[in-house]
């Protein structure tokens, strides 16, 4: 399928700092680009996801920006809390036969320590 | 509403055994994807259904097989496991008018 890079694959923060975690996808047809949080031994959970009409989008401490022609978007996090700490995904669309599915990156694993 | 509900939570399978994981949802969603994730790997998509009687290959759809029973169940088929096949499976819905996916708690399957 398309891929759906993504960077960094870890990343650590002391906490009151910000985090960007990156993806870039390559399929020109994507147009939605969720970003999910998966705590350990957890299910992945939606925390915020933008479409391709809008270039930012915000939701208290956490931010997407999305660049269609480059196709990249990344995740901000600001003034981060230990409870941040978890593997962030980012996925982009994808256009089956019959319907639509998602394709996800790899992963990054966000440490924020005390 | 329970969402998204997957058994086992957890399985022990020899080489060559074979078994079906279930998925089942009740939020009246059209679409269901079966995910499943290795360290490292991030989620991998294996099949998905975007409604009842179709059925659509994801990237790794090899040794694996579906069935769409109804508009709430979607149950994944191992025929003849493999240790390459050890890994968390999750089970995802969507609405029709929506791409956000809810997940299932998953399920942890180990082939020896």
């Known amino acids: 399928g398309e891929n759906v890079e993504q960077h960094p694959s870890t990343l650590s923060v002391q906490e009151g700092d910000s985090a960007v975690i990156k993806c870039t996808y390559s399929d020109s047809a994507s147009n939605y680009f969720p970003w999910y949080k998966q705590e350990l031994g957890k299910r992945p959970q939606l925390i915020i996801d933008i479409r391709s009409n809008v270039g930012e989008k915000k939701d208290q401490r956490i931010a997407v920006t999305l660049n269609k022609t480059a196709k990249h978007f990344s995740l901000h996090i600001t003034e981060t809390q230990p409870e941040d700490s978890a593997v962030y995904f980012c996925?982009?669309?994808?256009?089956?036969?019959?319907?639509?599915?998602?394709?996800f990156g790899k992963g990054t694993s966000l440490l924020v320590t005390p | 509403n329970a969402g998204v509900t997957q058994t086992p939570k957890f399985q022990v399978l020899k080489t060559g055994q074979s078994m079906t994981l279930q998925c089942a949802q009740d939020m009246n969603h059209n679409s269901m994807y079966w995910y499943r994730q290795d360290p490292g790997m991030g989620l991998r998509l294996i099949y998905y259904s975007a409604s009842e009687g179709t059925t659509d290959k994801g990237e790794v759809p090899n040794g694996y097989n579906v069935s769409r029973l109804n508009k709430r169940e979607f149950s994944l088929r191992l025929e003849s496991a493999a240790p390459s096949q050890t890994s968390v499976y999750f089970c995802a819905s969507s609405r029709p008018t929506s791409y956000e996916q809810y997940f299932g708690p998953g399920t942890r399957l180990t082939v020896t």
């Open positions: 996925a982009a669309s994808i256009r089956g036969n019959s319907g639509y599915a998602l394709n």
